[in-house]
């Protein structure tokens, strides 16, 4: 009987170290994942703009800076990786965004008969519901890193993580610009 115990207590141990790490690693690949998906919904609204440029170079030639704006915000979504979430680039990429916007909505000011060209209201529908998925892909990522933070830093896994993986922390996307007009702040 006492051998059995013996024999038994290690091999649970081993499995539930396996088991552990096994989740860290599938809470890992599913963060990496939802980061994939925010890039490519943020990479989906570069066809978006390859269509509104030449409808934007044409009714604003002496608007040049939207023309600028949107020639920057493809690059900057060009240029989001893939591999590694940066944060820093996907709020740089946001922010271009609603900088491009609310330079759209002064030439639909200026150029009344934009409102009735219907390629255009097409072009800027499908730039809003582009604006909802990396919304949403971003909340779907936020909600991941919370699951892998929460698996890299609970007892018994952050040691396993320690021991085993290594991994590290990663930061959720914040929108600073949004956030600091808030009126209230959490005390943590």
Known sequence: MGFIIFIIIPLLAILAIILIRNSIVRHYNATVRAWSDVASYERQKIKIL????????QYSSFEKGTLEKVTELRQNIMNLNLQDADIAQLQRVENLNRELMRSLNVVIENYPELKANEIYLKIMHEIEEQNENVGAA????????????NQIQIFPHNIINN????????RPFRDQAVSQNFDYRPNF
């Open 138 to 149: 971003i909340s779907i990522y936020n909600r991941n890193v919370e699951l892998f933070n």
């Open 163 to 170: 021991m085993l993986l290594q991994k590290k922390v990663v």
């Open 50 to 57: 390859d269509g509104l440029q030449p409808l934007v170079e």
